[in-house]
């Protein structure tokens, strides 16, 4: 299985060396030069198996022969050992036709938590057996820190930094990121927004000297190993409500278009997935392009569901790929235009995303309302992410064919919003009950390439 770049100019990659680089040298992501189809009996027999045998049997073609079947498998049990819920990923009916997958039944309480403790297993298996180090460096909108931190801490070959916006992640998922201790951990506050963040991530990285120098890798969600674990849940969910006999369609609460770009893999596997609705809120730059083929980002108005709270959302570009004939100058081409302010779709490329996907949008107001109204028609608290994703799927829902909505985190990390919604403030669960009394650990950092890296080296001579 080789990996290719979506801009056409870098090397093509094993899985292992896709997953230890992410970020592509030539700046674009790396996608599978072909996507395995898993035949109808393959799926059929998924049903009441284990989701960590789900999870085996959807994943192994996409490793080549990075590891072998038992290491794998025990990768695999370790990184869902964590969770809370002995499901993992359990689904919950909310009306006639209308399901919520819960995706926060891991350590911190995002679906960020499926892809980054499996993330977290492959490398250190990796690392172990060259006996290399690697720095992490991720950019964080509060869920993808917490989940990276979590699966990293106290891992022999590995320095994690994470940055994340100043201010503007919810005090749960700061805690998160600042309070482990382990000295491998390194939480950045960063003076700007999330999208600030991510480019300083993507500048590092472009930063070859750097780069090599520290054995930068990327864990955000352009990591092609992060979109691979979330292909799975698609696959439980989907079969335990009859697939591959009937169709079903998912509606994923969309910010960097990771999520939702796995549920596309899944389709392209083989799951009959009828349809794929992008969820946005106010930050709604995904809907705009799906509805008229224009993508021009027009600055992030902070919202209740801050993990969607972005205007370049980095996944979007695979899409765009194979939208474009997998021409990577076409996709080059795109991201060149979109740094000097923005970039059409064509006409052709915009008919083969609406094949695969549908969207909607979800103001602040919609979103409370729904919590309210959820809370009293079916008892469920949503958070405000998912609250989006409900909204948006109650618009697009079809009689004949079930519709499942990510939750794609756990009430209680979004408390104040909740509690301003439905008037009831969820509590954490009880394993991570003393979260407020722990101390924190965070550097402040200017939103300037050079002073992070500095930064950065001076830790790691330490
Ligand atoms: C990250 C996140 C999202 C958006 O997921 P993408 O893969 O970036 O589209 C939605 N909801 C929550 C709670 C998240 O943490």
């Not at 992490?136 to 106290?154: C, P």
């Not at 999208?195 to 500048?203: E, F, G, L, N």
């Not at 079809?398 to 009430?411: F, N």
Request: charged fraction near 25%; aromatic fraction near 8%; proline fraction near 5%.
């Amino acid at each position: 299985m080789k990996y290719v770049s979506t801009r056409g100019q870098a090397p093509e990659l094993s899985f292992e060396e896709a997953m230890l680089t992410g970020l592509a040298r030539d700046g674009g992501l790396y996608v599978p030069a072909e996507v395995p189809v898993m035949a109808a009996e393959d799926i059929v027999a998924l049903a009441g198996q284990s989701y960590e045998e789900v999870a085996f049997r959807v994943m192994r073609p996409f490793l080549g022969d990075t590891f072998t079947d038992d290491e794998f498998r025990d990768i695999i049990a370790r990184a869902y050992s964590g969770f809370g819920h002995a499901a993992r990923a359990p689904l919950v009916q909310l009306d006639q036709g209308h399901f919520l997958l819960e995706l926060f039944h891991g350590p911190t309480l995002a679906f960020k938590d499926f892809a980054m403790q499996l993330i977290g297993q492959l490398f250190e298996a990796a690392l172990k057996r060259s006996g290399q180090r690697v720095t992490i460096v991720g950019a964080t909108s509060g869920d993808t820190g917490s989940a990276a931190i979590e699966a990293f801490k106290g891992l022999d070959a590995v320095d994690v930094f994470i940055l994340f916006p100043h201010g503007r992640v919810s005090e749960v998922q700061r805690r998160q990121m600042t309070t482990p201790s382990e000295s491998n951990v390194h939480a950045l506050a960063i003076d700007g927004h999330f999208d600030d963040a991510q480019a300083r991530v993507k500048d590092m990285f472009n930063d070859f000297e750097f780069r090599d120098g520290v054995r930068l890798a990327g864990v955000n969600s352009i990591n092609w190993a992060r979109v691979l674990a979330q292909v799975v849940y698609y696959f439980t969910s989907a079969v335990a409500l009859g697939a591959p006999h009937r169709k079903v369609s998912f509606t994923v609460p969309t910010g960097n278009f990771g999520d939702i770009f796995a549920g596309y893999i899944a389709k392209r596997m083989g799951l009959p997935i009828d349809r794929l609705v992008v969820a946005t809120n106010q930050n709604d730059i995904l809907h705009r392009c799906l509805s008229a083929g224009d993508y021009t980002p027009d600055g992030v108005i902070p919202s209740i569901s801050p993990s969607m709270d972005i205007q370049v959302s980095s996944n979007f570009e695979r899409a765009l790929f194979d939208a474009y004939g997998r021409e990577g100058g076409a996709v080059a081409q795109l991201m060149d235009e979109l740094k000097s302010g923005g970039f059409h779709v064509s006409q052709g490329a915009l008919e083969t995303l609406r094949a695969h996907f549908e969207s909607g949008r979800c103001d602040e107001d919609e979103t409370r309302a729904t919590i309210k109204r959820l809370r009293a028609t079916t008892g469920e608290l949503l958070c405000p992410h998912t609250a989006v994703g409900v909204k948006v799927a109650e618009e697009h829902i079809r009689p004949d064919v079930p519709m499942i909505t990510l939750a794609t985190a756990h009430p209680a990390k979004f408390p104040d919003a909740v509690e301003e919604a439905a008037g009831i403030r969820p509590p954490l669960p009880p394993r991570m009950a003393d979260l407020y009394e722990r101390d924190e650990r965070v550097t402040p950092v200017a939103n300037d390439l050079a002073a992070i890296e500095t930064l950065i080296k001076e830790r790691l001579s330490k």
